[in-house]
């Protein structure tokens, strides 16, 4: 995958680590050493920021020997990537290019559990990324092979309750005034409860946003909408994991809307380093 982190923020990365260098390392190891440095993966994972990881060597003077690239499928002791170089450079960049790759990692392989688990249906996240990491947060979510439900507010029609709330026109009118003012987009409803799905769907609404709502109540939604001739999709938004996601799938959600991979622990690697 491309890197999506330019130069100037990957420096920065390892500026915010080492301000005014790497006391320990320049106190201990002669400027004249040489080693490489191996990364693995401890634990099964979803590769990610590998290319950002290895950029932060390559700044910094190391050459690269071998890049596993993101998105890969790993298992325990497989190789994510090795450098060689100055010693000292190798040992000051190592715990930034390490976390990187950790991190980003937990959120993809988070991301492939939902989508084993869709059973084929899109799995889509949410813009709801930790502060500042957002470009990261997307291509993690990528290689896990799951989508983004959206980018931002800028490119995308969402409409919550907290807007209907200074509008009164009619549910009808409301989505036909969207299509008339940004044709090219696909205006989706959040809803809460079994009787606001219903009444959004026969008033014309392509897709409706379920949040929180149980599988028995996707059930009874997706029964209504297939008997009444309509084709409003369901997106299932709040509660779903890995663990229940088959729940949700098997009730009629036609794509799943997750947060979920966002918060996922980071998956370690084993970092080995050889003097040469």
Known sequence: MDRVLSDESILQLLHDDAPWGDLTTSLLIPATASARVEFRARF????CATEESARMFELKGASLDFLQPSGSQLAPGDPILSAS?????????WKSAQVIVEWASGIASAARAMVDGAQGIPVACTRKQVPGTKALSIKAVHAGGAVMHRLGVSESILVFAEHRQF????SGKTLFQLKQRAPEHRAIVEVHDIEDAIHWAQSGAEILQLDKFSPTDIRLCKTHIEKAGLATRLGIAGGVNPGNIHEFVAAGADFIVTSWPYYASPK????????Q
Do not use: E, K, R
Request: hydrophobic content about 50%; some cysteine; charged content about 5%.
């Open 44 to 47: 099964p994972m979803t590769l």
């Open 268 to 275: 370690d690697v084993q970092v080995n380093f050889i003097a």
């Open 167 to 170: 509008f009164h026109t009619c």
């Open 85 to 93: 170089g100055s010693a000292q450079t190798l040992l000051t960049v």
